[in-house]
């Protein structure tokens, strides 16, 4: 994988032209990290604060340009998987819904019905598909 910023799937918005990961969200309102020196840069952020994820603020739903849902189907190892990241020293974190025996045999977390779950060297995974779905 080569591009990280653009190889993770997930939630994410565009604000003011500049596309941030969707952190968490509410009714009416999305989260985004922004550092007490970014703050600036969200004039319309009707909440801020820190949490667990970091610093953040809260964009309402109506400032926001364009929600949307991002896929990345990859392979590792011959076998299809799908980036959700974040980037972590260097790793990634995969998610796998196929075979339990070769979910095992790869050392993956996981069952049958949520899938298996590994974090891998960045530099192993090739990246086949990306999509994005906009929702409103």
């Known amino acids: 994988m080569t591009d990280a910023d653009t190889a993770l799937g997930g939630y994410y918005l565009v604000y003011r032209g500049t596309t941030h990961p969707v952190l968490f969200s ?9 550092t007490e020196d970014q703050r600036e840069q ?37 076998e299809p998987v799908t980036v959700v990241g974040p980037v ?21 977390a996981g069952d049958r019905q949520s899938g298996w779950q590994l974090r891998v060297p960045l530099d192993e995974v090739d990246v086949v598909n990306v999509s994005d779905r906009d929702f409103s």
């Open 26 to 34: 509410g009714e009416g309102w999305l989260a985004v990290a922004a």
């Open 88 to 108: 972590l020293d260097g790793t990634v974190l995969l998610h796998y819904r196929r075979s339990p025996e070769r979910a095992a045999e790869l050392g993956m």
């Open 42 to 78: 969200f004039p319309d952020a009707v909440e801020h604060g820190v949490n667990s994820r970091g610093s953040w603020v809260k964009l309402p739903v109506d400032a926001v340009e364009r929600r949307f849902r991002r896929t990345v189907e990859a392979t590792w190892r011959d």
